[in-house]
């Protein structure tokens, strides 16, 4: 790693370069890009998945937001405490082969049980992944370089969610007039379960690649190395760690998480443009994609370059800071895009609101790495996937559709429920964001062993 001279290994294996840092790093981009494409596939077929799986908007969400998520999240803790632990590489790579496999077996479902179970597997599956890929860059890249690789990685995101978005649109758009398609042994089946069915199964081919990653030694402080000694499995360490910075454990996991809810309330937005305009898979998938692939990548390598720029310029709290600032840049593209009156417009203001969400999975994990004990580098990362989890993958779909099923009782006021969803939840992210950040500096000086700069 390239760090300070008085950090040194504490595990088995090998220390690449930084070369091959960056190598590793832009596999684990195509592993993130695997995920979001298998993830954000499903917001593409709203209409025809509850046409012919009889369902409401709130289940729908339960498939893409809650029951995916809770596993997702849940099952982040311990994978978290295997990364801390196991080689990683492995972990990855299994995660990958079984989340691409349920992600072709929802091709399969027949019912919303099926269905729902599937979507388990592929978060279950997906949770291998950050915690590891944090801990793994972690140990590749010192303080000043470790939000630029952060910011590739998670670059990730908003590739696959593009591609998604334009290839899924142009797949749907193409098939949605032929509801029926035969398959050598698999018969008929309606379009959409085709589409899950190629999009799942080449990700069984990242598997195998990542499967080949070179796995980084375990670096620590020499301070830290009775911490790291302790590798046993315990909360207890894990709480007494949160409870000793309750206002930085508030802003990174709770104020994140809240920034999380406007960002995965995306999820409704292929369907928004669909009941709002009338617009077919293919041009929505267009304009969505076409946002998440430019606007989103931005926000991600300005927020990698803003704050390693801040960092080298003495601001150590750039990583929270920043995210606390893009809290409230996103407020009104977020409240105002549902709202806007007519569907260019409404693409447009994708952009500022796809730009400022990308700075959230950048400068967090990267904050989280940064202030952890060695020992628990991967799973504060889980934590963090827990509570962005559970409060953000989960209640970013849902909120939106308990508007519309409850509060308006209409499926086509669905832009006044996304607006309502983030009026609500912006200004709590920026408040949460922001009451953190003091403490938030004096455990980086307290690493450092030096006073913090204000």
Request: glycine share 12%; proline share 6%; aromatic share 12%.
């Amino acid at each position: 790693m390239g760090g300070n001279g008085e950090e040194k290994a504490v595990s088995q294996g090998t220390q690449p370069g930084y070369a091959y840092g960056w190598y590793t790093t832009a596999i684990l981009m195509l592993a993130y890009t695997f995920s979001f494409l298998d993830r954000q596939i499903l917001n593409l077929m709203v209409g025809p998945i509850k046409a012919d799986l009889g369902i409401t908007d709130v289940q729908f969400a339960l498939l893409t937001g809650g029951a995916f998520g809770i596993f997702y999240t849940v099952m982040g803790l311990p994978i978290g405490w295997m990364a801390d632990r196991y080689p990683r590489k492995w972990i990855i790579s299994g995660g990958i082969a079984l989340w691409s496999l349920m992600t072709a077996m929802s091709g399969l479902a027949r019912t919303f049980p099926q269905l729902l179970l599937a979507r388990i597997g592929v978060g279950v599956g997906e949770a291998t992944l950050s915690p590891s890929a944090y801990s793994m860059l972690s140990d590749l890249f010192d303080k000043t370089r470790l939000p630029k690789a952060m910011s590739i990685y998670t670059v990730g995101i908003y590739i696959g969610a593009g591609t998604a978005m334009i290839i899924g649109g142009t797949v749907v758009g193409a098939i949605e007039h032929h509801p029926d398609i035969v398959l050598p042994l698999l018969g008929a089946m309606r379009s959409w379960h085709v589409v899950f069915l190629v999009v799942g199964l080449p990700g069984l081919l990242v598997a195998l690649w990542v499967a080949t990653l070179t796995e980084p030694k375990r670096s620590v402080r020499a301070a830290e190395q009775a911490d790291a000694d302790q590798t046993g499995f315990s909360p207890a360490r894990i709480w007494r760690f949160l409870a000793s910075y309750p206002l930085m454990s508030v802003s990174l996991f709770l104020g994140s998480a809240m920034f999380s809810v406007m960002s995965y309330a995306d999820a409704w937005f292929p369907e928004l443009f669909i009941r709002t305009w009338g617009w077919g898979p293919q041009q929505t998938g267009l304009v969505n994609g076409a946002a998440s692939l430019i606007a989103g990548p931005a926000g991600m390598l300005a927020a990698g370059w803003w704050s390693s720029r801040m960092i080298r310029e003495g601001r150590a709290d750039a990583c929270l800071r920043l995210t606390a600032y893009a809290a409230a840049g996103i407020a009104l593209p977020a409240v105002l895009m549902p709202l806007a009156p007519n569907g260019f417009l409404m693409g447009v203001l994708l952009l500022p609101l796809k730009f400022f969400g990308g700075f959230t999975p950048v400068l967090i994990p990267t904050a989280i790495q940064m202030v952890a004990p060695a020992a628990l580098r991967a799973q504060l990362g889980a934590v963090f996937m827990f509570t962005v989890g559970i409060i953000g993958v989960s209640l970013g779909p849902i909120l939106p559709a308990l508007f519309s099923d409850y509060l308006f009782q209409d499926e086509h006021a669905l832009r006044y429920s996304l607006s309502l969803a983030s009026g609500i939840t912006a200004p709590i992210a920026f408040l949460l964001l922001l009451i953190g950040l003091r403490q938030f500096g004096r455990r980086l000086a307290e690493l450092e062993e030096t006073p913090p700069r204000g």
